[in-house]
């Protein structure tokens, strides 16, 4: 009997789990073991295996637990019962330091698997700081805290096996860290909270074993958190931001990613591990004594946009893609000259900018996806709110602008040409399409309908929108394009379809919006975003699927009158005007994500 491969050429992969972006995307929270007693504001230290948890808030239990995997074991209670301290080390060798019991002390206790002794105090006396959390008892750090009779600290002491010695300060004094990662040679601070006392730090520290250096910000603002790994390789979870939390963020040394969330979301919890083994154990709100496991696949299935598989555990066929509803927009470079009125072409990693206001430019602008670079100017000066589309940043056509002209001039990927002129001098109008197939539609005050095609070598009048329009946005080809809102003596969401031979109006925008940014032509009619707009510099930002529009991840800066480039997956968004002139550049990326294919 025929198999598959024989039948249809080729076999489809079997997996038990869905590819993910890395070992860390694909790793989930489960539950462990509860602990014997319920508490928040514990210290902690120790494995995913071999964890343990000691003391705790209000009413300061000197109650101390390991757990070994699955169950947690009663042992012996500290010297001096306390809460909201820290801790590092092993369970046959820990450490704990600061807490508070009434008031901010600065006992330090050892831990030799059976037995706690007391060893010299801190210099200052805290609560609520963070630590080396993969320290050891002759090496470990205490940062920040609040002291008697308050205040957030700066400070950080170095315990050495026999004292403690005050180190450079942190850059920002804070409190409530949860916890830090690393040793006393290479830690991180991440999180906290400072004054004002309800304002919550997203601020990350590094030390390099001799001072703090303020790197990369976390995704969210949280204190409270739990953390495992060293600080290059470091998974923070729970916390509270200021509303309580079951967010997992993982930092690679570079950039935060956000991962699974905990199941119950919580803060002040114990902690221990690695990022790909952690554990999270007791918090609030409420004491709890639930205990959480992260785990990442120690071998995983690398995640590759196109690629076709079967789900062995969901009995699915399922297609890795990118997911436009899970973009979002970040900051990219920033534009040499700032502008407006202004239009653009091209990828994310190869776009053009040219021409614009305040001073009507003949400025060019190139960005190969980190920085812009100035390029040869365009030929024809004076010109504002000119017609841009193309479908690279080496084959553009920019066309009209006010005074209303006729001209055209193409971009060749390192000057301007002029070519053939358009039969209807037009400015802020739509355009779509390449520099041998393209399409000119509406704009001009007063408003109008005309379109008109371009072959590359002439432009002909075709059938006209069925409303006088301008400040559209547009997307698509020059056989099936987009007219996006606009202006048709009022601010409106109607949009228009062109099939290649008329147009057709179609489902309307959620927002009623002119001047917006759209891919002219690197979007396609099913797969377009429009960004921005007027009145009031929107930030709104909404994607077409060829069926509706559906509001995603808004802008970080309102804009309107700006540029766009790019994809619905991978696109830009520069320049424009949000009371004054901008020269602000936002990269559009939507994950890859998988998905199930289902036939209808």
Request: hydrophobic fraction near 30%.
């Amino acid at each position: 009997m025929a198999d598959y491969k024989g039948i249809k050429g080729f076999k489809v992969q079997s997996l038990s789990t869905d590819p993910a972006a890395s070992q860390m995307a694909g790793g989930a929270w489960a539950s462990g073991g509860n602990m014997n007693t319920a508490r928040a504001g514990m210290a902690s230290f120790g494995t995913q295996t071999a964890a343990l948890g000691a003391g705790g808030a209000d009413p300061y239990p000197g109650a101390v637990e390991t757990y070994d995997g699955s169950t947690w074991t009663e042992r012996t209670d500290l010297n001096n019962p306390r809460g909201w301290f820290a801790g590092a080390g092993t369970t046959s060798a820990g450490i704990v330091a600061a807490g508070y019991d009434g008031s901010r002390e600065g006992y330090t206790e050892t831990w030799d698997g059976s037995a706690w002794t007391e060893v010299a105090d801190q210099n200052t006396g805290v609560y609520k700081p963070g630590s080396s959390s993969k320290g050891t008892t002759t090496a470990t750090m205490i940062f920040g805290g609040e002291a008697d009779p308050g205040g957030d600290q700066v400070g950080t002491e170095h315990y050495n096996g026999t004292s403690w010695t005050e180190v450079n300060d942190l850059n920002t004094a804070r409190t409530v860290f949860g916890g830090g990662a690393g040793t006393t040679s290479a830690a991180l601070a991440a999180g906290g909270n400072y004054n004002p006392p309800s304002a919550v730090a997203d601020v990350a520290e590094d030390w390099n074993g001799t001072s703090w250096t303020t790197g990369t910000a976390m995704s969210t603002s949280r204190m409270n958190t739990g953390n495992a790994g060293p600080s290059t390789l470091a998974l923070y979870f729970g916390g509270a931001a200021p509303t309580v939390s079951a967010l997992t963020e993982y930092w690679n040394g570079s950039s935060w990613t956000e991962l699974n969330d905990l199941s119950t979301a919580r803060d002040a919890l114990g902690y221990g591990g690695s990022s790909t083994a952690a554990i999270g154990f007791g918090g609030t709100p409420g004491a709890t004594n639930a205990t959480e496991e992260w785990s990442a696949p120690a071998a995983f299935n690398p995640l590759y946009e196109g690629q076709v598989y079967y789900n062995t555990t969901s009995n699915a066929l399922k297609l890795t893609t990118l997911s436009t509803p899970g973009g979002a927009w970040a900051a990219g470079g920033n534009l040499n000259t700032a502008r407006q009125a202004c239009q653009g072409f091209g990828t994310q990693t190869a776009a053009v900018l040219g021409g614009g206001a305040p001073a009507k430019y003949i400025l060019t602008e190139t960005y190969d996806g980190t920085s812009w670079t100035e390029a040869n100017d365009q030929n024809t000066a004076g010109k504002i709110y000119r017609t841009a589309t193309g479908t690279s940043g080496s084959a553009g056509l920019y066309i009209g602008g006010e005074p209303t002209v006729t001209n055209v001039e193409q971009w060749n990927g390192t000057s301007w040409t002029e070519t053939n002129d358009i039969n209807t001098g037009t400015l802020k109008a739509g355009a779509v399409g390449s520099t041998t197939a393209a399409l000119k539609f509406g704009g001009t005050d007063p408003r109008i309908a005309n379109t008109e095609s371009y072959d590359g070598s002439s432009w002909t009048e075709v059938n006209d929108l069925n409303e006088n329009t301008r400040e559209m946005g547009s997307a698509g080809s020059q056989a099936a394009a987009l007219a996006i809102g606009g202006n048709t003596g009022s601010t409106v969401a109607e949009v228009e379809s062109w099939n290649g031979t008329s147009w057709t109006e179609i489902a309307d925008l959620n927002t009623a919006r002119e001047s917006g940014c759209s891919g002219n032509g690197t979007m396609t009619s099913t797969a377009a975003l429009f960004a921005g707009g007027n009145p009031g510099y929107k930030t709104n930002t909404e994607y077409w699927n060829g069926t509706a529009w559906t509001e995603l991840a808004d802008l970080a800066n309102g804009t309107a009158v700006g540029a766009q480039a790019g994809t619905s997956t991978s696109g830009l968004a520069y320049a424009g005007y949000d009371g004054s002139v901008m020269n602000e550049t936002e990269e559009w990326t939507a994950p890859i994500t998988n998905k199930t294919v289902t036939v209808s």
